[in-house]
């Protein structure tokens, strides 16, 4: 079954960036789509970004032309790159990636703009 583990995050001023990763591990496969989700207090879990394995990608709209999306087939890792950050991106942010048909979560990292 795929782990998936991520790191970074943390606390930043408006305006500032952050970079978060995600790498899973227990398979010799190239993942399928990979991507970030995020989930705010009180609010729904939403899609941030996503990449195939080709490198295709898709933005939310309210990240679009500030975050960047990417991904190591080689090492089934993901990374978002997260500039101009703003108080409304505070949230959990939660790695995500389909393998075989299945499902998979990281256990999220949190990401903390103060304006």
């Known amino acids: 079954q795929v782990q998936l583990v991520e790191s970074g995050g943390g606390l930043v001023q408006t305006g500032g960036s952050l970079r978060l990763s995600c790498a899973a591990s227990?398979?010799?496969?190239?993942?399928?789509?990979m991507g970030w989700y995020r989930q705010a207090p009180g609010k729904q879990r939403e899609l941030v970004a996503s990449?195939?394995?080709?490198?295709?990608?898709n933005y939310a709209d309210s990240v679009k032309g500030r975050f960047t999306i990417s991904r190591d087939n080689a090492k089934n890792t993901v990374l978002l790159a997260m500039n101009s950050l703003k108080p409304e991106d505070t949230a959990v942010y939660y790695c995500?990636?389909?393998?075989?048909?299945?499902?998979?979560w990281g256990q999220g990292t949190q990401v903390t703009v103060s304006s």
């Open positions: 995500h990636a389909f393998h075989f048909a299945a499902v998979y």
């Open positions: 990449i195939t394995s080709a490198g295709n990608t």
């Open positions: 227990r398979t010799t496969f190239t993942i399928g789509p």
